[in-house]
């Protein structure tokens, strides 16, 4: 169906603050104005609200801030078009601060007949029901001042438009099929992969709550251990206590015994035990080895006596001799050695016994003070408590609980389920790879720039040079566009040829050539693009600099033939230009500010 545009309004675009135009049908409108006054800012907006891009990359979309009116509220732009009887609406807003359809405009992108709410998203259906992209809208509608021609475009660039201008029916269609069956076997194949790491992450986490089970367990069973060796620690150390406990009880009740039974000894003994008592024992014992040591002396002496007196004798007094001892005084002193040495044993005896007595109230005294400090270190236990904390702790041993393994048959059937289906799913896979591989072939092989598309797609560029060859009648120049065969991109290449047919190169052409050049190929290009998808529209701007008075009488003739089966619409500033049947659009600036001064008509 035919694209008409309609109408464009347009607020606060570049340097226009407010224009709304009506678009012409089958008729030439001129839009005249100085430099400067925005005369391609109309359709820069046209363009801008279409592709959300820029004719001139570096130009700005909002108003300059020192030229903005008190009440500029941002950039908004609104293009209708009818296709069939379907109207089409894209309203672009860029800062806007007014509310548009019940919301603030904002950065909003909105069109009529999208449901879509993500803005890529919606400019993916404008640029759907348009039928063509932004380069292509350039390149076959719009003959811009300043613009990159096609003819300057790459071999890649150059192709691509083509591509597109073409819609090389089948074979496009076959590749789109063909990736539309790649992208559909490629999404089957995401799924499969999907559930075969979906099946995996349930094996990995069924793997790991088996290992946690049987870690779980091992940790039961320790920690069972544990507290079974923990209660028979504590009963035995309480045993120990208790049978400690018994042993001290028996050794206080045998201390109690021993201590009465020394008690009575003592008594029995009549020794004094008082410390007086023992103090005279002492004294006695000491006197008693004073007398044996005095009798000792007297008896060595009088030995000594008895041995002297045997001799013959001087006086230790005047050193005189004397008379030696007689009989009777020698028995004398023998019988006095006699009765000391039955003193000694008598005394002997006593001292001994003095001393036995010493050593048995030694005897008692230390098993006195052993037996009550036993007495005094007991201490009352209540070995009743001991006893129910061993019984308890017993009963508690009795009762832990053993540690019982986890059933994991349910976990291994689902593993072996498991593994079944990723048998099959392998097999799926498999499968789906194999489409895939082969409509990579199809697309990179027999549909692609190698392939059949390259013949199909110079043959369609002949369509292209005929259109080019009516056009040379009337600028002088003919292009023709080739497919490099011998290149393995099978890029697009252009000859230019002189009205004897003579080759020449482009960038041999002077200014004013290369655009009669360029106005063709647009010409014959927009004609192209018609066929396929038919617009009502044609914009050209400036697009007679460079020319002399003769190439724009060509021009305008060229322009008045186009003018009766498509709206036409020449940018320019040459007053020179005045065709027959035109309506001409003058703009002035007042403030930095674009503004339409006056809609002539010239019959």
């Not at 003070?369 to 009795?398: F, Q, R």
């Amino acid at each position: 169906m035919n694209i008409k545009f309609q109408q464009i309004s347009i607020r606060g675009f570049g340097s226009i603050e407010e224009i709304k135009h009506v678009f012409s049908n089958n008729s030439i409108t001129v839009i005249k104005g100085e430099n400067g006054t925005g005369k391609t800012s109309i359709f820069s907006a046209l363009y801008w609200a279409l592709y959300g891009d820029k004719v001139k990359p570096k130009s700005s979309i909002n108003t300059w801030p020192h030229i903005q009116p008190k009440d500029y509220k941002g950039t908004k732009v609104e293009v209708n078009w009818y296709e069939g009887n379907t109207l089409h609406t894209v309203t672009r807003c860029e800062n806007w601060k007014a509310k548009v359809e019940g919301a603030m405009g904002n950065n909003r992108l909105i069109y009529n007949l999208s449901t879509k709410s993500h803005k890529k998203q919606v400019q993916e259906d404008i640029t759907e029901a348009i039928g063509m992209s932004s380069n292509l809208f350039k390149n076959s509608i719009m003959f811009g001042q300043k613009m990159k021609r096609l003819i300057e475009d790459t071999g890649a660039d150059k192709k691509k438009t083509l591509e597109e201008c073409f819609d090389i029916g089948y074979i496009n269609k076959a590749i789109e099929l063909a990736k539309e069956s790649l992208f559909t076997h490629q999404e089957l194949r995401r799924d499969v992969e999907d559930e075969f790491s979906r099946i995996n992450g349930i094996l990995l986490h069924n793997e790991s709550e088996l290992d946690r089970l049987k870690t779980n367990y091992k940790n039961s069973v320790l920690l069972y251990n544990n507290k079974r060796e923990s209660l028979q620690e504590i009963i035995s150390l309480k045993q120990d206590k208790l049978n400690d406990v018994d042993e001290k009880i028996d050794t206080y009740n045998k201390a109690k015994k021993d201590f009465k039974e020394l008690e009575k000894e003592i008594k029995e003994s009549k020794l004094d035990m008082t410390p007086d008592g023992i103090d005279d024992l002492n004294e006695a014992i000491s006197q008693k080895s004073v007398d044996i040591r005095f009798d000792n002396t007297s008896i060595s002496n009088i030995e000594k006596d008895i041995s002297e007196g045997s001799k013959k004798r001087v006086c230790r007094a005047c050193n005189r001799p004397m008379d030696r001892m007689e009989l009777p005084e020698k028995v004398t002193k023998l019988k006095e050695i006699t009765k000391l040495k039955k003193s000694i044993k008598q005394v002997q005896g006593e001292k001994e016994k003095l001393e036995q007595d010493m050593t048995r109230v030694r005897n008692f005294t230390s098993r006195k003070y052993e037996l009550n400090h036993t007495i005094n270190s007991y201490t009352e236990i209540d070995i009743t408590e001991l006893k129910k904390e061993i019984k308890l702790n017993t009963d508690k041993l009795k009762n832990l609980e053993k540690p019982v393994k986890a059933d994991t048959t349910k976990l291994d059937k689902d593993n072996e389920e498991l593994n079944t289906k990723k048998q099959s799913l392998t097999l799926t896979l498999n499968k789906h790879q194999r489409r895939i591989n082969l409509y990579y072939w199809l697309i990179n092989t027999p549909l692609s720039n190698k392939g059949l598309k390259a013949y199909l797609f110079e043959m369609l560029l002949s369509n292209l040079n005929e259109m080019l060859i009516k056009y040379q009648e009337i600028v002088g120049w003919r292009v023709e566009f080739n497919v490099d065969m011998d290149k393995s991109n099978k890029d697009i290449y252009t000859t230019v040829y002189d009205n004897n047919n003579i080759p020449v190169l482009y960038e041999d052409l002077s200014g004013g050539q290369q655009q009669m050049v360029n106005v063709a190929t647009a010409l014959a290009l927009h004609d192209l693009i018609n066929e396929v998808k038919p617009f009502n529209l044609l914009i050209l701007d400036e697009v007679f600099e460079g020319l002399d008075r003769n190439n724009i009488h060509k021009v305008t003739e060229l322009l008045t033939l186009k003018s009766s089966d498509y709206s036409v619409y020449v940018i320019t500033h040459h007053e020179a230009f005045n065709p027959v049947n035109c309506k001409t659009i003058n703009l002035v600036q007042s403030g930095g500010l674009t503004y339409e001064a006056s809609l002539d008509y010239n019959k």
